[in-house]
């Protein structure tokens, strides 16, 4: 439950934000994270920032996001 | 990559030989827990060194009273229950939210933004958050309670069952017969707390701290690293996961947070009453406190009978170890929150699997 996931924020109006990862874009605040810019990648949990995160470690989140959905959907389709 | 995985094996290997005996780490991480058995961690571990999945899933430590009191708030036709999806399936007395539902005054929320909008939305109901997590989830609470408070919106409450993650590694280490040599530490609650918060672990108890985030890779040279601490007769304070967790934490958030709510002694599923381990509104924000609102009180309660998920948080036991474990507790038909949630220590062995 306290999984944050980064993602980059695309549009941001006082502490609201839109933030994208790998595609998919949703609303998040940035009230717990006042120095933060668009285009800053920060990690969002439960639609709020609470850190700024490099590109590097979000690649690699990410990178282990996607392939925890890949094997999830395998293993739904072996069970399945 | 393989190198470092060669080399922190080499580190986790010696530390077993040097010490001759087995070595327990506890991962006070439900995020950790599922990281650890999905990609298989356990298996490539030295005999002698065993995991201990602690009270690290907000659902799992929750107390049956809590629940209790969520489920009879849902039965109220003025009420409105906004919740975290992994609250909805908990079996209580009487039922889950899942199937109180039928009246769908359960609303799956994101979000605590999205419970103050649906009180908003609903002018006519009250909205009860259910506020449930540790010091990562806390804050996000904080921010709403403030802006209810700012906006006047009284349709709008709280129940609040947040939890400090350090009282009850506190509590842990304090009981006699405990068999915990380290923790491996929460990542993103150190995003909040900061990695310093559990210098009173490392320095009263001697016991090793080290934050880790959720790679596999990280998650074995956060081991290694307190294998190469007890090896050398040392308790240290250490991070692994610089990229995000500082020394200090987000300072923003603990304003935020302190500004809300104040500690008090609290109940967790399996470790009992722990001092100062929950987190209450502060007087001034009383009124957006659903306990006060509905004038109930949570009472402590019995664990569903059988039910052994209070001996698996406290690292006591692994879920084979209880007797209903896959007969008649299984993900599909959950008796305790450990295997209702999927960070739930019950429910990655019933997923995963045993590794050994």
Redesign the interface.
Known sequence: MCLAIPARIVELEKDNAVVDAMGNRWRAKTTLLPEAKLGDLVLIHAGFAISLVDEEEAKETWQLLAEIADFDQTKNKLSG | MLERIHKAQTVMDAACKTLGRQINIMEV???HTVAIF?NGIRSTLPKRLKLLSGPG???CVTDQSYIDVVLQMADRDDCVIAT?G?MIRVPGKGGSLETKNTKTNVKIV?????ALQLAKDNPGKTVVFVA???E??A??TA?VVKEAAEQNIDNFCILSGHKLVVPAMRALVSEKNHNIDAFLC?G??S??IGYGAFAEIVEHFSRPCVVA???PLQIIEGLAEICRQLSAGKAELKSVYP??VSERG?T??QK?MAECFEEADGYWRGLGKIEKSTLKLRDKYSRFDALKRFNMTEVPGEDTSGCRCGEVLCGLIEPPECSLFKKACTTESPVGPCMV?S?GACAAWFKYGPER
């Open positions: 991480c439900g995020t999905r899933c907000p659902v975290y992994d994101l979000s605590s933004e999205d449930v997590g540790f990562t989830t804050p996000a921010v929460p993103h609650v995003v909040i985030g959720f790679e990229a995000v987000n923003t958030a935020i949630s960070e």
